[in-house]
């Protein structure tokens, strides 16, 4: 069955401080995404990954940076997080080929940031 | 870049009623895809339309795309109270020379028993 975990559910940071959101996918496949999300404003793209250690940035990758060094790992890191980052992260993946297979989500890390 | 645009925004009906949801996009597509999402939780996947088809059929769920009018719509027929949920549209758009999807906002449903 596709699982795709999230490191936590909950997560309260403090401004300033370095925020590492963790996912991992044990379905192998190629594509990882980061969304985030926030009422009426729907998801937005922050980045993605075809590939290990391949990046390229989203719609809205400002602040925000990631890491693959591993095919299942997808990591979102906050270099200084501000209160304006304080939204649901949502990670996704999908199998191979481009974006528009379908993506199969984790269950989503809501973070505020103080 | 936002493409797809669910309309209407919240829809509210009884048990056993149809549900219909719209979706408008802007530029040319390949395929559209419906999601659906728990409340606070991650999206899973519904149904997956391509650009040649019109219809499609899934369980209780019809969509049908008409790209001339640029435009679908999910029916959830005799819906039940745990069809409550919010339905997102997403389209495959071009981001710095890949396909990725671009998510509507969202339809928030509720089904009343």
């Known amino acids: 069955d596709v699982k795709v975990t999230q490191s936590s559910r909950y997560l309260v940071k403090r401004t300033g401080e370095k925020v590492f959101l963790e996912c991992v996918q044990d379905m192998d496949h190629e594509n990882m995404f980061w969304y985030r999300q926030d009422p009426g404003l729907g998801l937005r793209l922050i980045y993605f990954?075809?590939?290990?250690?391949?990046?390229e940035k989203g719609d809205i990758p400002e602040g925000y940076s990631v890491s693959r060094e591993k095919k299942e790992r997808f990591s979102l890191i906050l270099e200084s997080a501000s209160t304006n980052q304080t939204s649901m992260y949502l990670c996704?993946?999908?199998?191979?080929?481009?974006?528009?297979?379908?993506?199969?989500f984790g269950p989503g890390t809501r973070l505020t940031v103080l | 870049s936002q493409q797809g645009e669910e309309d209407p925004q919240a829809l509210s009906i009884q048990e056993g009623e149809n549900a219909t949801m719209n979706c408008s996009y802007k530029?040319?597509?390949?395929?559209l895809q419906w999601y659906r999402q728990n409340s606070g939780r991650g999206l899973v996947h519904l149904i997956l339309i391509r650009s040649n088809e019109r219809e499609k059929h899934s369980g209780r769920l019809r969509v049908t795309l008409d790209t001339s009018k640029k435009s679908s719509s999910l029916l959830i027929t005799a819906s039940r109270a745990a069809d409550t949920a919010s339905y997102f549209c997403?389209?495959?758009?071009?981001?710095?020379?890949?396909?990725?999807?671009?998510f509507g906002k969202g339809t928030m449903l509720l089904v009343s028993p």
């Open positions: 997403a389209t495959d758009s071009l981001n710095s020379g890949y396909s990725t999807l671009t």
């Open positions: 530029t040319s597509i390949n395929n």
């Open positions: 990954s075809y590939d290990v250690k391949m990046k």
């Open positions: 996704a993946s999908s199998l191979v080929g481009t974006g528009v297979d379908t993506q199969y």
